[in-house]
């Protein structure tokens, strides 16, 4: 029996963007402000000072190695907390990994010592809740952001904030430093897969899914503050190294960099951590123009700003711009700083931040806004009741339920790029050689921020999980499955480091196999050290690939990787092609019963996948980025000719697109246009689709975008069965930022495309706003 069904979407990006202030103010309780009121009339200059302040954990005390704990020194307590009353913690303990119990020790032990002070104004703790608790011992992790992205499922992210969440409060860790709302736009970025993809819709989607998920109900024992991070133009620096320049002009930034962060501002997000790099040559972190004009009173935001790590002295040190750290720390508090990630130099920081308001360099009602919104999101938090939270009350911590989600997400995010002949799915009895530098760790699998910061440690504390060779073993058969590396990667090296194990052997090997899983990508790594000066996968993989290949077998290749490493010249060679992202724990499992067939492949690509490392188009570009010369001198049709566009994958089932109809034909700007497309399912088997609308602007006086998403849906079809998806987009979203970052709206014909379909309205008259 086949069916059809309305499923409603509001494809509507969270603010509208303007350079006018049109936003509304993030709400604020009157009871909490007159007690905030209350206690900043009874705080000294330094207890003030000292909320402003967060210091790394390894102040406070040392690692007992042979315990693997952490002890936290009463001296340095008293003089960090008593003496400087630092209101914040951060980070893990050096070379260890705490559990949650020993988690809940050190925080109860900070608490403690916040208690003997004069106004008892708890501590807050932060930690890199990357795709999970990943510095809690025990955490359930997750696909990283990259992978999340590629479900295009709104509740998978979100249902991951709330275990997330679940997970850092069984720690004691009321505060994650995530999500990441860079856009991941540029290719050679290392931080591109902490990202949820190039598209700002996509992006904001998707974050603002997640903030809901961690902090809604703010308050409950279950829930923790956000940081959204890095804002903002972190993510396309003009030469793609970590934390350097960017070019990029306001109406851009507000049109594409803004979008995510308005959206999370908008879902309640009470804390925003700044771009560590510079924006025209701008530090984020002295840009008084993004940090309160735009993010403070544009977007009304009434959390609080915290610098990212030591990015206060980078503005001495790396920057040139101030003379020394004191007068970085001036310019720094007065462009709206609240909270500086010190994290070493407290004494320097408390001292200079007071004298520099005894000078009249930084006033007094500026460190009181400041103070005023740590309290405020302390207080949301109930920390004052609650201070500390602990594992006894949080049974579900790494259970089954738990990890059945990350499965799901992860299972929902691995993408099918080539499917030749149907080589995929596979016979579970079919013989298959393994082989490649990412088949048996679980390093690669979940990427930096992993256990560690740069996740090089992953193997030492995930033995009970399967990596990709453990996970087809078990599928397949050991019988069926035969593993030779043929290349490995440097463990104790650079993560770009690897060698040749015995390629000569895994082409011995594969005489036996009717398939080869060549599982092949990148080491873990993160930030500055995760920088690369060519795309191409490693000359030794490269080789690998291609032997493989010259066996005349058929070769599945199983991307793991960040980045998209350029594959062009094995691609050819290859009957099929399977993106597993950084799935994280579950992500062989995953990948494994996708392989035999139990599971429907349904990710779709959240970034374009280039062909040519010297051709980086993203999928959002100007038609002089991809059409041929008017005049016929030269053809440029070539220019966007990526491996695999944005959007884009495939499933073993096919599914085919109908009836694309638009509510009206001319519509007002002030309106909004409703869009039906009818999804059928006509494979043989039941499948889920990413149903992705794009909107084109046909004509405007700034050269329009090619297409933009405007809006998704993640349906799911029994075989035969048909569904109507209806998206509602508000028409003003369609307008682009002009050069006086305005946005504009104009009269004209704009083209709508879901699938194969497309239809066009008109809008009757132009807006600026």
Known sequence: MKSTKILKVLAVASLVLTGSGSYAQQQTNPATEAKITNLLKQMTLEEKVGQMAQVAIDQLGHTNYATKTFEVEPAKLNEVIGKYKVGSILNTPPSILLGPADWNKVVTDLNKAAQQNRLKIPVIYGLDDIHGASYVNGYTAFPQEIGQAATFNRQLVHDGGVITAYESRAAGVPWSFSPVLDLGINSMWPRLWETYGEDPYLCGEMGAAFVKGMQDPLGSKEKVSVSLKHYMGYSDPKYGKDRTNAWIPENYVREYFLPAFAAAVKAGARNVMVNSALINGIPGHINKHILTDILKNELGFTGFIVTDWQDIENIAKRDKIAKN???????????????????????????????????????????????????????????????????????????????????????????????????L???????????????????????????????????????????????????????????????????????????????????????????????IGENSYTETPGNLNELNLSDNQLALAKAMIATGKRVVVILNEGRPRIISQIEPGAQGIVHTYLPGNFGADALADILTGDVNPSGKLPITYPRYTNSL????????????????????????????QFGYGLSYTTFAYSNLTVDKTTVDPNGTVAINVTVRNTGGRDGKEAVQLYISDVLASLSPDVKRLRGFDKVELKAGETKTVQFKVPVKELAFVNTDNRHQLEQGDFKVMVGDQTSTFTVNKTVVF
């Open 617 to 644: 188009t993203p999928y959002i570009h100007k038609h002089s980025d991809q059409t041929a010369n008017p005049q016929g001198a030269y053809d440029y049709s070539a220019d966007f000719n990526p491996q695999y």
């Open 325 to 423: 750290n004191k007068e970085a720390l001036m310019l720094c508090i007065n462009a709206g700083i609240d909270m500086s990630m010190i994290p070493y130099n407290y004494k320097e920081f408390c001292n200079d931040l007071v004298a520099l308001v005894k000078e009249g360099k930084v006033s007094t009602p500026r460190i009181d806004d400041a103070v005023r919104r740590v309290l405020r999101v302390k207080y949301e938090l109930d920390l004052f009741n609650t201070p500390v939270t602990t594992i006894d009350q949080y049974p579900k911590f790494g259970s089954a339920e738990f990890s059945k989600a990350a499965y799901n997400t992860a299972a929902e995010s691995i993408t099918l790029l080539k499917n030749n002949q149907n080589i």
């Open 425 to 519: 799915p596979l016979s579970p009895a079919a013989r298959v050689l393994v082989t490649g530098p990412n088949a048996n760790s679980m390093r690669p699998l979940n990427g930096g921020w992993s256990y560690t910061w740069q996740g090089e440690r992953t193997d030492e504390f995930t033995q009970q999980y399967n990596t990709i060779l453990e996970a087809v073993t078990k599928k397949f058969g050991n019988n069926n499955v035969t593993f030779s590396q043929g290349v490995a990667y440097k463990m104790k090296g650079k993560y770009w480091e690897d060698s040749v194990v015995n390629i000569d052997e895994a082409v011995r090997a594969a005489a036996n196999a009717e398939y080869i899983l060549l599982c």
